[in-house]
């Protein structure tokens, strides 16, 4: 019983000490079979307790680390589901109104776009600031029945949008231009700016 409380109590001794001290206790003593058991009890709890550190460190206490050779680090896709929705969100049906009307607003017929038209042969449009160049590319084929080479787009001062559409070497800008009216808006705003000198010279 002494043996046992001593084991018990005297915390300042490591595990591995008692043990041994109280199994020679027993061989001397002749303790009964009920202390034996609180000892081979204790000896199983420190077993458990290696293994438990075995299992959370690892064997190998070294761990090895992924070299990065690029400065990018993406982050690994993952694998998303489709919403199922108990309920829906609202209760009409969205139309898409962005379409090529919406893109493409007018032709400008002023005289620098008039100009590029016979110089550069691209055809100058007032566009939509939400637009891009493909959405233009798109709706000027879809409009004007030609497939554009490039197109550039510039922001105006005003808030306003502009896109240069470059025609292929193949079709011409000016019969596009004429197909869609361009040149005889030109025609038509020339002779409005030349009216009110006329009549002021009269």
């Known amino acids: 019983f002494v043996c046992v409380f001593f084991f018990s109590?005297?915390?300042?001794?490591?595990?591995?000490?008692?043990?041994?001290?109280?199994?020679?206790?027993?061989q001397e003593t002749g303790i009964n079979a009920?202390?034996?058991?609180?000892?081979?009890?204790?000896?199983?709890?420190?077993?458990?307790?290696?293994?438990?550190k075995v299992v959370k460190k690892g064997q190998k206490a070294i761990r090895k680390q992924k070299v990065w050779t690029k400065p990018v680090f993406r982050r690994p896709k993952t694998k998303t589901a489709p919403r199922k929705a108990k309920v829906t969100r609202s209760s009409y049906v969205k139309f898409n109104t962005f379409d090529k009307y919406a893109i493409i607003k007018n032709p400008l017929s002023s005289e620098s776009a008039i100009r590029t038209i016979?110089?550069?042969?691209?055809?100058?449009?007032?566009?939509?600031?939400?637009?891009?160049?493909?959405q233009i590319k798109h709706a000027c084929e879809q409009l004007y029945n030609f497939k554009p080479v490039k197109v550039n787009t510039l922001i105006k001062p005003d808030g306003t949008k502009k896109a240069y559409v470059?025609?292929?070497?193949?079709?011409?800008?000016?019969?596009?231009?004429?197909?869609?009216?361009?040149?005889?808006?030109?025609?038509?705003?020339?002779?409005?700016?030349?009216?009110p000198l006329f009549a002021w010279i009269l």
């Open 166 to 195: 470059k025609v292929p070497k193949e079709q011409e800008a000016l019969e596009i231009a004429n197909k869609i009216g361009i040149m005889q808006r030109s025609h038509q705003s020339k002779i409005e700016t030349r009216i």
């Open 118 to 134: 016979e110089d550069n042969n691209t055809l100058v449009f007032a566009v939509d600031m939400k637009a891009n160049k493909k």
């Open 34 to 52: 009920e202390y034996m058991g609180i000892l081979q009890r204790t000896m199983q709890q420190e077993k458990a307790q290696k293994v438990k």
């Open 9 to 26: 109590s005297r915390r300042r001794h490591t595990r591995q000490r008692s043990v041994s001290w109280a199994r020679r206790c027993v």
